[in-house]
């Protein structure tokens, strides 16, 4: 998170790198985590870049910090314009282990330089 407390992109010299947002849970424990990180750079694929291809059902593994794997299973993978991002289902409280990936998809504005929308992995913890 910036400053104010906005979810913060990674730096796109380090497009394999994916961010967590810190104010919000941590994967595997109550609450939604958010990891973010880019579908592509001028380099080529990012750590994202695959991850509109994930469907429910999918497990996601994600090893924490203390080297224990939280394993998360694929809820929905949906698309939303950027100026309609659900921060509700982001970032909204949750009675279980949810976790948010997000990267950008859809057409990209050559004249902006940027996506026209969000790719939402939505999972809960599993395992």
Do not use: M
């Amino acid at each position: 998170a910036d400053a104010s407390g906005a979810l913060e992109v990674p730096a796109l010299d380090r497009p394999q790198v994916a961010g967590w947002y810190r104010p919000g849970a941590s994967p595997g424990e109550i609450g939604n985590a958010v990891l973010v990180g880019h579908v592509d750079s001028g380099d080529g694929p990012a750590v994202f870049f695959e991850l509109g291809r994930l469907r429910p059902g999918d497990t996601v593994h994600i090893t924490r910090v203390d080297a224990t794997v939280a394993r998360f299973t694929v809820d929905a993978v949906e698309a939303y314009p950027k100026e309609r991002f659900p921060t509700d289902l982001v970032y909204g409280p949750g009675g279980l282990a949810g976790l948010r990936l997000i990267t950008c998809g859809g057409r990209f504005d050559p004249a902006r330089g940027e996506y026209a929308d969000n790719v939402i992995v939505f999972a809960t913890r599993t395992a």
